[in-house]
Structures are given as structure tokens and as C-alpha cells.
């Protein structure tokens, strides 16, 4: 018996994945990316900062660019050529409305069937989440409702950006109720996606193996779902 069902994600088109930082989306979550894209479906990745904060031993004005190229290169890796990088705090991120415009903005640019967005809860699978995380999960839910409502952020509807509504929440790293298939090769290009984070992943030397460690995600996920390799997702309809 399998315990989490298949996600049907036939009728998704268009998927906008919003997280906080350069390599977020590189624990899993690309290689549904490089599935989707792989079939056709549109799929853009916002960034809310670019990560400046991340690097101990380095100065944010040298990390910021760099942090910028290793995602360009693990989005080329995955087959994503939408790529658009914000400079909110790296560590200061706040669910304010500023956030909210924003992710609002890209949402009615962009005009997604689901957004995918990392989870916002304190405690998860792997310890306590990081604040920008929580913000910006946070405000992108709000946000999804936002940008599907006429009479708020009317300088976007003045400037062309109509209201919009995103269907779906998918959300990493949360409790899942379902699965999303991935072939071995989704599964390679989302661990070749983690490990184009070079000098980011040099600088955290306990960090885990890439390659074990999204293989081990995919398959566990799998098993528990009756095929190979898998993503676990929390969906919620909005
Ligand atoms: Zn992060």
C-alpha cells in the first residue's frame, strides 16, 4: 500500500517558485523543476534576496554576484531560463508589504496555475527554519491572495498587471500529502543543480553530499509513493 498519492500535475502550466535565497530551491524541489520544464510547462524562480549574508569568510558585495551566477548555472542545469533575483536583506527579510507587492507584482507578470514556495513553519524535518524562509512563506501566501484581488496594489493594475489567481500552494519541506514523480534524470539534474552552488557549499563543510543527499530524498519519497523517485509536497488549493 502506498501511504502518498501521486500528484496529478497535468493541468498545472505555469509554475512560479518563490524562496528567499540563491540554492533554496536546489534540495529537491529543482528536480520537479527540471521535470516540469522537461514536459513543456513554464516555470520561473523568484528570489527575494540574493543571498549576500551566506558566506562567513566572504564579504557580501564579492558573494552577492557570485550567488547570482551559481543560480543562473543551476537553473541552466534544470532547464529554467526565468530567473529573477530581488535585493531584500539577506537575513533581514520581513513579511511586510513591501514583500507582499512584490511577490504580488511577479505573480500577475508571470500568471501561474500554482506558486511553490518553501515552508514557513518554525520547527520542520530538519530543525529550525531560518527567518527569511518563514517571511517569505508567509508572505507569499498572502501575497497569492493579494494578486488576486482588484482593489489592492492598484498601482500594478494601473501599470498593465490585472488581479490573477494562482490556484495552488506547493510547498517543500512540510508535512506532504502528496508526491511528484521524477524520472532518474530529474533526479540528476536536481543534484547537479544543488552542486552548482560551488563556493556557497565549499564554505559549509559539514554540509551533506548533494548527491546523497536529493537521491535520498527522491527515493525514500518513492517508496512511499510506489515509484522510483519522487518529491514529497504539501498541496493546498487556494
Ligand atoms: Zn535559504
Redesign the pocket.
Known amino acids: 500500500m502506498t501511504e502518498l498519492p501521486l500528484l496529478d500535475d497535468n493541468d498545472v502550466s505555469r509554475v512560479l517558485c518563490v524562496?528567499?535565497?540563491p540554492?533554496?530551491m536546489e534540495y529537491g524541489a529543482s528536480a520537479a523543476a527540471a521535470k516540469w520544464a522537461r514536459q513543456g510547462k513554464q516555470v520561473s524562480y523568484l528570489l527575494l534576496t540574493r543571498?549576500e549574508a551566506g558566506i562567513r569568510g566572504m564579504h557580501p558585495d564579492e558573494v552577492a554576484p557570485l550567488r547570482a551566477d551559481e543560480q543562473r548555472e543551476a537553473c541552466s542545469i534544470v532547464g529554467v531560463d526565468d530567473l529573477e533575483i530581488l535585493d531584500f536583506p539577506d537575513g533581514l527579510v520581513e513579511a511586510n508589504v513591501e514583500l507582499r507587492h512584490a511577490i504580488a507584482k511577479k505573480i500577475r507578470q508571470f500568471r501561474p496555475d500554482a506558486v511553490m514556495v518553501?515552508t514557513w513553519r518554525l520547527e520542520t524535518s530538519w530543525g529550525l527554519n531560518?527567518v527569511?524562509?518563514r517571511n517569505v512563506g508567509v508572505a507569499a501566501i498572502d501575497a497569492i491572495r493579494d494578486a488576486d484581488n482588484p482593489w489592492l496594489f492598484e498601482d500594478l493594475a494601473e501599470s498593465g498587471l490585472p488581479a490573477w489567481k494562482a490556484n495552488r500552494l506547493l510547498v517543500n519541506g512540510a508535512e506532504p500529502n502528496y508526491a511528484i514523480e521524477l524520472s532518474a534524470e530529474d533526479v540528476d539534474k536536481g543534484v547537479r543543480s544543488l552542486e552548482a552552488h560551488k563556493v556557497y557549499l565549499e564554505a559549509l563543510p559539514d554540509h551533506p553530499v548533494p548527491r546523497e543527499m536529493v537521491t535520498m530524498i527522491a527515493s525514500e519519497t518513492g517508496a512511499r509513493a510506489g515509484v522510483e523517485y519522487a518529491l514529497p509536497v504539501q498541496v493546498i488549493d487556494m
Do not use: F
Open positions: 524562496v528567499a535565497h540554492d533554496d543571498g518553501t531560518h527569511d524562509h
